[in-house]
């Protein structure tokens, strides 16, 4: 009996690590690909939205509304790739949407630039953006869900937690590149030819996840004939934003804005704002598998919770640190890494949450929704936002407030039962 139960128990177990490989791999090339372009912000900046006599301000701020840009377009993706996938399957919307983001990075490693191609350099830009928006806005939907539906009997946490793990092994692969080509290669070579290599890099790693996807199997609760309404709770997508809110904001601040924040109100150096922000991300990913799996035990809304209000709490006095001269780098660091973790407890258990608010068959769509308008408000204009203030202001310390306000919210939100009605 025990050797018919391990039989029978192999397969299964082989179809949730494909699963596990599938869904992640999709959502390393998306992050990786948005790291790449937070990470050389003020190269893109120069390259493309810079004309002769315009300031380096004046183009960081439009290169961040191109990177906002993309995450607007992201709910529309997460809508229109989302229904798809509740109608018609995991499995051929998530080959679609790793097709698109894959050529769209490619092709803005091979595109002009404005000294090349004038006006139309940053328009050419822009369009590939918003189709990686597009994209990216069905990726999570479809590639939670699959993970989560695929996660044996209660590890839903620790299989979500993949999506954001895999998300921090994108940031951190975008940083280390980065951080690599900026140690090798000059100035010069940097700004002439050595930005397109990331966004080239994309394409093997794309065509690996595709070869992954196509012999996926669909997931057996979206098999299961549709029982009752399949429509997307509107209340659930609200009170799902609000839960992962303190979640995108904190992230990118801390993980992808930082960089810039660096460079242009503390005057940091290219390759040690790099080197800070992958101490950061190394903190984020070593925490979110572990978050996960406490999900699993605990539940996910304390792990959230004690994510969310340690941002409120500790915002404001990291800024401070990284901003006083006087403390060693040692110390600036390890505080870095320990923001990364903070941020990684609320990704950890994040996608678990999001995926049981919503029945099966609106699942893509739902939480794909919250996650994608989360990002689009509090994510891709927090490079705008913080930028545009810190400039028009001169305070120092807007990444801390913008941060600790956003968690706050967040912590309300996740104070707040939600019970999914059956069907």
């Keep these: 009996m025990d050797l018919i139960f391990e039989d029978r128990a192999a397969p299964e177990r082989n179809r949730s690590l494909r699963a596990l490989a599938a869904g992640s791999v999709g959502n390393f090339i998306e992050w990786y690909e948005f790291a790449v372009y937070g990470y050389f912000a003020t190269v893109v900046a120069e390259r493309f939205f810079t004309p002769a006599g315009g300031s380096a301000a004046e183009g960081l701020v439009r290169t961040y509304a191109s990177f906002g840009l993309a995450f607007f377009f992201r709910p529309l993706g997460a809508a229109l790739f989302g229904r798809l996938a509740d109608r018609l399957g995991r499995r051929p919307v998530l080959i679609l949407v790793v097709a698109l983001m894959t050529g769209a990075?490619?092709?803005?490693?091979?595109?002009?630039?404005?000294?090349?191609?004038?006006?139309?350099?940053?328009?050419?830009?822009?369009?590939?953006?918003?189709?990686?928006?597009?994209?990216?806005?069905?990726?999570?939907?479809?590639?939670?869900?699959?993970?989560?539906?695929?996660?044996?009997?209660?590890?839903?946490?620790?299989?979500?937690?993949?999506?954001?793990?895999?998300?921090?092994?994108?940031?951190?692969?975008?940083?280390?590149?980065?951080?690599?080509?900026?140690?090798?290669?000059?100035?010069?070579?940097?700004g002439s030819w050595g930005w397109r290599l990331p966004f080239l890099l994309a394409l093997p790693l794309g065509l690996l996840a595709l070869w992954l996807r196509v012999g996926l199997e669909e997931t057996p609760e979206f098999r299961e004939p549709a029982a009752g309404s399949v429509r997307v709770p509107a209340g659930a997508i609200g009170l799902a934003v609000g839960r992962v809110m303190g979640w995108s904001a904190a992230g990118y601040t801390f993980?992808?804005?930082?960089?810039?924040?660096?460079?242009?109100?503390?005057?940091?150096?290219?390759?040690?704002?790099?080197?800070?922000?992958?101490?950061?991300?190394?903190?984020?990913?070593?925490?979110?598998?572990?978050?996960?799996?406490?999900?699993?035990?605990?539940?996910?809304?304390?792990?959230?919770l004690t994510g969310a209000g340690l941002v409120v709490v500790l915002a404001l006095p990291l800024l401070h640190l990284l901003q006083d001269p006087g403390v060693p780098a040692g110390v600036k660091g390890a505080a870095l890494c320990g923001a990364g973790a903070v941020v990684g407890l609320m990704a950890g258990p994040g996608p678990a949450l999001l995926s049981e608010m919503f029945p099966a068959r609106a699942r893509c769509t739902g939480l794909g929704l919250a996650y994608a308008l989360s990002n689009a408000v509090f994510s891709g204009c927090a490079g705008l936002i913080i930028t545009e203030a810190v400039k028009r202001t001169g305070n120092l310390d807007v990444p801390g407030y913008y941060a600790a306000a956003t968690c706050a919210v967040s912590v309300l939100a996740l104070l707040r039962p939600w019970m999914r009605k059956a069907g």
């Design 105 to 190: 990075t490619t092709l803005i490693g091979l595109l002009p630039t404005y000294a090349q191609a004038g006006a139309l350099a940053p328009w050419l830009l822009t369009f590939l953006r918003v189709v990686q928006g597009l994209s990216a806005g069905g990726e999570f939907g479809g590639a939670v869900a699959m993970l989560t539906e695929f996660a044996p009997p209660g590890r839903r946490g620790l299989y979500g937690a993949w999506q954001s793990f895999t998300v921090a092994l994108g940031l951190l692969a975008g940083a280390g590149l980065a951080a690599g080509l900026a140690t090798v290669l000059t100035e010069a070579q940097l």
């Design 255 to 304: 993980l992808v804005v930082l960089p810039s924040y660096l460079q242009t109100a503390l005057h940091t150096g290219f390759r040690t704002a790099l080197l800070a922000t992958a101490v950061a991300n190394l903190g984020f990913a070593a925490a979110i598998l572990p978050a996960g799996l406490l999900s699993d035990r605990v539940g996910r809304r304390p792990v959230m």
